[in-house]
Protein backbone atom coordinates (compact mmCIF):
# COMPACT_ATOMS: atom_id res chain seq x y z
CA UNK A 1 0.00 0.00 0.00
CA UNK A 2 2.79 1.56 0.54
CA UNK A 3 4.00 2.26 -2.65
CA UNK A 4 0.62 3.14 -4.19
CA UNK A 5 0.68 5.69 -1.95
CA UNK A 6 3.93 6.85 -3.16
CA UNK A 7 2.88 6.39 -6.70
CA UNK A 8 -0.25 8.51 -6.57
CA UNK A 9 1.59 11.63 -5.55
CA UNK A 10 0.10 14.55 -6.94
CA UNK A 11 -3.41 13.39 -7.37
CA UNK A 12 -6.04 13.53 -4.85
CA UNK A 13 -6.06 10.99 -2.73
CA UNK A 14 -9.31 11.56 -0.61
CA UNK A 15 -11.01 12.18 -4.02
CA UNK A 16 -9.27 8.85 -5.01
CA UNK A 17 -10.76 7.19 -1.82
CA UNK A 18 -13.81 8.91 -1.93
CA UNK A 19 -14.73 7.64 -5.73
CA UNK A 20 -13.40 3.35 -5.36
CA UNK A 21 -16.18 3.56 -1.94
CA UNK A 22 -18.33 4.67 -3.98
CA UNK A 23 -17.11 2.24 -7.00
CA UNK A 24 -17.55 -0.36 -4.77
CA UNK A 25 -20.39 0.11 -3.67
CA UNK A 26 -21.81 0.51 -7.61
CA UNK A 27 -19.73 -2.83 -7.82
CA UNK A 28 -21.66 -4.23 -5.27
CA UNK A 29 -25.03 -3.82 -6.25
CA UNK A 30 -24.72 -4.63 -9.86
CA UNK A 31 -23.07 -7.93 -8.86
CA UNK A 32 -26.02 -8.01 -6.11
CA UNK A 33 -28.51 -7.72 -8.64
CA UNK A 34 -26.74 -9.85 -11.43
CA UNK A 35 -26.55 -12.58 -8.88
CA UNK A 36 -30.22 -12.82 -7.89
CA UNK A 37 -31.35 -12.23 -10.98
CA UNK A 38 -29.18 -14.89 -12.38
CA UNK A 39 -30.68 -17.43 -9.84
CA UNK A 40 -34.55 -16.55 -10.30
CA UNK A 41 -33.90 -17.24 -14.44
CA UNK A 42 -32.05 -20.62 -13.89
CA UNK A 43 -34.77 -21.36 -10.89
CA UNK A 44 -37.54 -20.50 -13.55
CA UNK A 45 -36.12 -22.86 -16.89
CA UNK A 46 -35.86 -25.48 -14.15
CA UNK A 47 -39.46 -25.41 -12.94
CA UNK A 48 -40.76 -24.82 -16.85
CA UNK A 49 -38.55 -27.62 -18.17
CA UNK A 50 -38.81 -30.23 -15.47
CA UNK A 51 -41.68 -29.04 -13.24
CA UNK A 52 -42.36 -30.77 -9.76
CA UNK A 53 -38.98 -32.89 -10.67
CA UNK A 54 -36.81 -29.66 -11.06
CA UNK A 55 -33.75 -28.53 -8.74
CA UNK A 56 -31.52 -32.07 -9.22
CA UNK A 57 -28.68 -30.31 -9.06
CA UNK A 58 -29.69 -26.19 -8.83
CA UNK A 59 -31.91 -27.79 -5.30
CA UNK A 60 -28.08 -28.00 -4.02
CA UNK A 61 -27.28 -24.70 -3.70
CA UNK A 62 -30.16 -24.86 -0.71
CA UNK A 63 -26.87 -25.67 1.46
CA UNK A 64 -25.63 -22.24 1.48
CA UNK A 65 -28.55 -20.30 0.50
CA UNK A 66 -29.94 -20.61 3.49
CA UNK A 67 -34.28 -21.57 2.68
CA UNK A 68 -33.75 -21.85 -0.98
CA UNK A 69 -35.25 -24.71 -2.82
CA UNK A 70 -36.78 -25.07 -6.17
CA UNK A 71 -40.01 -23.78 -6.26
CA UNK A 72 -41.10 -20.29 -6.58
CA UNK A 73 -41.15 -19.34 -2.77
CA UNK A 74 -37.58 -20.44 -2.31
CA UNK A 75 -36.58 -18.54 -5.65
CA UNK A 76 -37.20 -15.02 -3.83
CA UNK A 77 -35.51 -16.57 -0.66
CA UNK A 78 -32.38 -17.47 -2.45
CA UNK A 79 -32.38 -14.39 -4.70
CA UNK A 80 -32.37 -12.37 -1.52
CA UNK A 81 -29.03 -14.22 -0.35
CA UNK A 82 -27.96 -14.73 -3.92
CA UNK A 83 -27.97 -10.86 -3.31
CA UNK A 84 -26.72 -10.39 -0.34
CA UNK A 85 -23.72 -12.54 -0.71
CA UNK A 86 -23.02 -11.11 -4.07
CA UNK A 87 -23.37 -7.71 -2.91
CA UNK A 88 -20.55 -8.21 0.00
CA UNK A 89 -18.26 -9.83 -2.42
CA UNK A 90 -18.83 -7.94 -5.09
CA UNK A 91 -17.97 -4.05 -2.91
CA UNK A 92 -14.85 -6.16 -1.46
CA UNK A 93 -13.21 -7.41 -4.81
CA UNK A 94 -13.40 -3.73 -6.36
CA UNK A 95 -12.46 -2.21 -2.96
CA UNK A 96 -9.44 -4.62 -3.51
CA UNK A 97 -9.30 -3.64 -7.09
CA UNK A 98 -9.21 -0.33 -6.24
CA UNK A 99 -6.31 0.16 -3.79
CA UNK A 100 -4.61 -1.86 -6.24
CA UNK A 101 -5.22 0.32 -9.37
CA UNK A 102 -3.32 3.29 -7.23
CA UNK A 103 -0.55 3.10 -9.45
CA UNK A 104 -2.42 3.05 -12.77
CA UNK A 105 -4.43 6.03 -12.36
CA UNK A 106 -1.92 8.18 -11.50
CA UNK A 107 0.05 7.12 -14.61
CA UNK A 108 -3.89 8.04 -16.30
CA UNK A 109 -3.84 11.45 -14.59
CA UNK A 110 -0.28 12.12 -15.57
CA UNK A 111 -0.55 11.53 -18.78
CA UNK A 112 -4.58 12.72 -19.49
CA UNK A 113 -3.58 16.48 -20.44
CA UNK A 114 -7.48 17.06 -21.81
CA UNK A 115 -9.65 15.32 -19.16
CA UNK A 116 -12.68 14.84 -20.27
CA UNK A 117 -15.92 16.11 -18.63
CA UNK A 118 -16.90 12.78 -16.63
CA UNK A 119 -20.35 13.49 -16.63
CA UNK A 120 -21.14 15.44 -20.11
CA UNK A 121 -17.95 12.93 -22.21
CA UNK A 122 -16.84 10.58 -19.72
CA UNK A 123 -13.62 8.17 -20.66
CA UNK A 124 -14.08 4.71 -21.67
CA UNK A 125 -13.35 2.39 -18.87
CA UNK A 126 -9.92 0.71 -19.29
CA UNK A 127 -9.87 -2.57 -17.54
CA UNK A 128 -6.21 -3.72 -15.55
CA UNK A 129 -6.36 -7.49 -15.86
CA UNK A 130 -3.81 -7.84 -13.06
CA UNK A 131 -5.29 -5.70 -10.83
CA UNK A 132 -8.91 -7.26 -11.43
CA UNK A 133 -7.41 -10.58 -11.53
CA UNK A 134 -5.97 -10.72 -8.28
CA UNK A 135 -8.97 -9.40 -6.37
CA UNK A 136 -11.63 -11.40 -8.53
CA UNK A 137 -9.15 -14.15 -8.06
CA UNK A 138 -8.40 -13.87 -4.18
CA UNK A 139 -12.52 -13.24 -3.81
CA UNK A 140 -13.52 -16.61 -5.68
CA UNK A 141 -10.25 -18.29 -4.17
CA UNK A 142 -11.88 -17.72 -1.48
CA UNK A 143 -15.73 -18.32 -1.76
CA UNK A 144 -14.39 -21.90 -2.74
CA UNK A 145 -12.39 -22.48 0.27
CA UNK A 146 -14.62 -20.97 2.61
CA UNK A 147 -17.94 -23.08 1.28
CA UNK A 148 -15.63 -26.29 1.53
CA UNK A 149 -15.49 -25.28 5.23
CA UNK A 150 -18.41 -25.04 5.27
CA UNK A 151 -19.41 -28.69 4.00
CA UNK A 152 -16.64 -30.22 6.19
CA UNK A 153 -18.13 -27.84 9.83
CA UNK A 154 -21.84 -28.97 9.03
CA UNK A 155 -20.61 -32.72 8.55
CA UNK A 156 -21.27 -33.34 5.40
CA UNK A 157 -17.92 -33.30 3.90
CA UNK A 158 -18.22 -37.43 3.04
CA UNK A 159 -21.56 -37.48 0.88
CA UNK A 160 -20.50 -34.39 -1.03
CA UNK A 161 -20.12 -35.35 -3.88
CA UNK A 162 -20.86 -33.18 -6.51
CA UNK A 163 -18.30 -31.04 -4.95
CA UNK A 164 -15.61 -33.45 -4.98
CA UNK A 165 -16.12 -33.51 -8.80
CA UNK A 166 -14.26 -30.37 -8.80
CA UNK A 167 -10.83 -32.30 -8.71
CA UNK A 168 -11.71 -33.03 -12.55
CA UNK A 169 -10.40 -29.45 -13.03
CA UNK A 170 -8.36 -28.82 -9.81
CA UNK A 171 -6.11 -31.23 -9.32
CA UNK A 172 -5.41 -31.86 -5.56
CA UNK A 173 -9.21 -30.77 -4.53
CA UNK A 174 -11.24 -32.64 -1.80
CA UNK A 175 -13.70 -31.77 0.36
CA UNK A 176 -11.53 -31.21 3.40
CA UNK A 177 -9.91 -28.14 4.81
CA UNK A 178 -6.43 -28.97 3.24
CA UNK A 179 -8.20 -30.16 0.10
CA UNK A 180 -10.12 -26.45 0.22
CA UNK A 181 -6.78 -24.57 0.60
CA UNK A 182 -5.18 -26.24 -2.39
CA UNK A 183 -8.32 -25.89 -4.58
CA UNK A 184 -8.43 -21.93 -3.45
CA UNK A 185 -4.95 -21.43 -4.92
CA UNK A 186 -5.75 -23.48 -8.00
CA UNK A 187 -8.72 -21.31 -8.50
CA UNK A 188 -7.36 -18.15 -8.08
CA UNK A 189 -4.40 -19.09 -10.87
CA UNK A 190 -7.32 -19.90 -13.21
CA UNK A 191 -9.36 -16.70 -12.62
CA UNK A 192 -6.30 -14.68 -12.35
CA UNK A 193 -4.44 -15.91 -15.89
CA UNK A 194 -8.73 -15.76 -17.18
CA UNK A 195 -9.00 -11.98 -15.63
CA UNK A 196 -5.78 -11.27 -17.27
CA UNK A 197 -7.19 -12.85 -20.74
CA UNK A 198 -10.31 -10.80 -20.25
CA UNK A 199 -8.37 -7.35 -19.64
CA UNK A 200 -6.55 -7.70 -22.57
CA UNK A 201 -9.22 -8.49 -25.12
CA UNK A 202 -11.47 -6.08 -23.41
CA UNK A 203 -8.82 -3.35 -24.62
CA UNK A 204 -8.15 -4.68 -27.71
CA UNK A 205 -11.57 -4.04 -28.84
CA UNK A 206 -12.13 -0.75 -26.94
CA UNK A 207 -8.56 0.06 -28.87
CA UNK A 208 -10.17 -1.08 -32.55
CA UNK A 209 -13.62 0.77 -31.63
CA UNK A 210 -11.70 4.15 -31.22
CA UNK A 211 -9.62 3.62 -34.07
CA UNK A 212 -6.33 3.54 -32.04
CA UNK A 213 -5.36 -0.36 -33.91
CA UNK A 214 -5.99 -0.55 -37.59
CA UNK B 1 -8.81 25.49 -14.80
CA UNK B 2 -5.37 24.86 -12.61
CA UNK B 3 -3.31 21.51 -12.92
CA UNK B 4 -5.14 20.87 -9.41
CA UNK B 5 -8.50 20.99 -10.80
CA UNK B 6 -7.28 19.34 -14.09
CA UNK B 7 -6.01 16.22 -12.05
CA UNK B 8 -8.74 15.69 -10.21
CA UNK B 9 -11.49 16.02 -13.78
CA UNK B 10 -8.78 13.36 -15.09
CA UNK B 11 -9.34 11.27 -11.81
CA UNK B 12 -13.19 11.72 -11.82
CA UNK B 13 -12.80 10.73 -15.66
CA UNK B 14 -10.59 8.10 -14.98
CA UNK B 15 -12.81 5.80 -11.99
CA UNK B 16 -16.04 7.04 -13.26
CA UNK B 17 -15.54 5.80 -16.66
CA UNK B 18 -18.20 4.25 -19.13
CA UNK B 19 -17.64 0.68 -19.90
CA UNK B 20 -17.59 -0.36 -23.56
CA UNK B 21 -20.34 -2.79 -24.62
CA UNK B 22 -19.68 -4.33 -27.24
CA UNK B 23 -16.00 -4.87 -26.19
CA UNK B 24 -16.82 -6.23 -22.50
CA UNK B 25 -19.44 -8.96 -24.66
CA UNK B 26 -17.12 -9.75 -26.92
CA UNK B 27 -14.25 -10.24 -24.23
CA UNK B 28 -16.78 -12.11 -22.08
CA UNK B 29 -17.95 -14.53 -24.89
CA UNK B 30 -14.57 -15.17 -25.42
CA UNK B 31 -13.79 -16.14 -22.02
CA UNK B 32 -16.90 -18.30 -21.64
CA UNK B 33 -16.71 -20.14 -25.09
CA UNK B 34 -13.10 -21.13 -24.38
CA UNK B 35 -14.08 -22.16 -20.81
CA UNK B 36 -16.94 -24.59 -21.69
CA UNK B 37 -14.44 -26.02 -24.46
CA UNK B 38 -11.82 -26.55 -21.85
CA UNK B 39 -14.15 -27.70 -19.55
CA UNK B 40 -15.58 -30.40 -21.90
CA UNK B 41 -11.97 -31.39 -23.47
CA UNK B 42 -10.41 -31.43 -19.68
CA UNK B 43 -12.98 -34.64 -19.34
CA UNK B 44 -12.42 -35.81 -22.51
CA UNK B 45 -9.08 -36.29 -22.26
CA UNK B 46 -9.24 -38.03 -18.92
CA UNK B 47 -7.91 -41.92 -19.40
CA UNK B 48 -11.24 -44.25 -18.64
CA UNK B 49 -12.01 -47.33 -19.10
CA UNK B 50 -14.14 -48.08 -22.75
CA UNK B 51 -17.72 -47.93 -22.16
CA UNK B 52 -17.26 -45.95 -18.84
CA UNK B 53 -19.18 -42.44 -18.88
CA UNK B 54 -17.81 -39.63 -19.20
CA UNK B 55 -18.71 -35.86 -17.83
CA UNK B 56 -22.40 -37.21 -16.51
CA UNK B 57 -22.89 -33.74 -14.98
CA UNK B 58 -21.42 -31.57 -17.18
CA UNK B 59 -23.95 -33.38 -20.25
CA UNK B 60 -26.59 -32.15 -18.24
CA UNK B 61 -26.13 -28.83 -19.95
CA UNK B 62 -27.31 -30.19 -23.10
CA UNK B 63 -30.98 -29.67 -21.54
CA UNK B 64 -30.22 -25.82 -22.24
CA UNK B 65 -27.60 -25.72 -24.83
CA UNK B 66 -28.41 -26.62 -28.51
CA UNK B 67 -26.09 -29.36 -29.62
CA UNK B 68 -24.03 -29.05 -26.52
CA UNK B 69 -22.50 -32.77 -25.17
CA UNK B 70 -19.59 -33.96 -23.52
CA UNK B 71 -18.13 -35.48 -27.01
CA UNK B 72 -15.33 -33.72 -29.43
CA UNK B 73 -18.33 -32.30 -31.72
CA UNK B 74 -20.11 -30.97 -28.68
CA UNK B 75 -17.01 -29.68 -27.49
CA UNK B 76 -17.78 -26.92 -30.68
CA UNK B 77 -21.45 -26.57 -30.02
CA UNK B 78 -20.08 -25.59 -26.45
CA UNK B 79 -17.57 -23.03 -27.96
CA UNK B 80 -21.12 -21.45 -30.16
CA UNK B 81 -23.05 -21.75 -26.94
CA UNK B 82 -20.83 -20.26 -24.54
CA UNK B 83 -20.19 -17.18 -26.37
CA UNK B 84 -23.74 -16.57 -26.67
CA UNK B 85 -23.95 -16.88 -23.13
CA UNK B 86 -20.80 -15.08 -22.37
CA UNK B 87 -21.68 -11.85 -24.60
CA UNK B 88 -25.34 -11.93 -23.43
CA UNK B 89 -23.49 -11.94 -19.92
CA UNK B 90 -21.00 -9.10 -20.45
CA UNK B 91 -23.54 -7.12 -22.60
CA UNK B 92 -26.31 -6.71 -19.31
CA UNK B 93 -23.00 -6.58 -16.90
CA UNK B 94 -21.62 -3.54 -18.58
CA UNK B 95 -25.21 -2.02 -18.91
CA UNK B 96 -26.02 -2.80 -15.49
CA UNK B 97 -22.16 -0.80 -15.14
CA UNK B 98 -23.29 1.95 -16.81
CA UNK B 99 -26.77 2.58 -15.95
CA UNK B 100 -25.89 2.51 -12.11
CA UNK B 101 -23.12 5.07 -12.60
CA UNK B 102 -25.69 7.46 -14.72
CA UNK B 103 -28.28 7.04 -12.13
CA UNK B 104 -25.53 7.74 -8.96
CA UNK B 105 -24.17 10.97 -10.92
CA UNK B 106 -27.60 11.88 -11.86
CA UNK B 107 -28.61 11.72 -8.30
CA UNK B 108 -25.38 13.57 -7.55
CA UNK B 109 -26.38 16.37 -9.71
CA UNK B 110 -29.11 16.86 -8.74
CA UNK B 111 -28.88 16.65 -4.81
CA UNK B 112 -26.21 19.67 -5.79
CA UNK B 113 -27.88 21.79 -7.14
CA UNK B 114 -30.71 21.48 -4.49
CA UNK B 115 -27.80 22.32 -2.33
CA UNK B 116 -27.05 25.49 -4.50
CA UNK B 117 -30.45 26.62 -4.53
Redesign the interface.
Known sequence: MATNKQATT???QQ??DA??K??AK??G??SG??AALALIVMTQ?SLA?WGEHAGG?LGLLGVFLPGYTVTPSGTLIGAFWAFIFASLGGSLTYWFYGRMLGKN?AN??EK?GN?????LK?????LYGMASGTALGLAIGAALFFSTSWLVIRGTAESSV?AA?LS??LPGYTVSITGGMIGAAELFLLVFV?NV???A???K??DI?QGKVS | MNE?S???????????????V???A???G??FAL?LFA?TV??LL?DVPAGYPVGQ?LN?LQ??LPGYSVTWAGSIAGLLNGFVIGAIAGF??AL??NL??YI??ASM?IKTAILAD
Open positions: GINLLAIFNIFLVIFIMYIYVAAADPIPATLRHLNYSMLAIYNVVR | SLKDQALLSAVFAKMDLAMIATVLGAVLQHESYFLFWTHALL
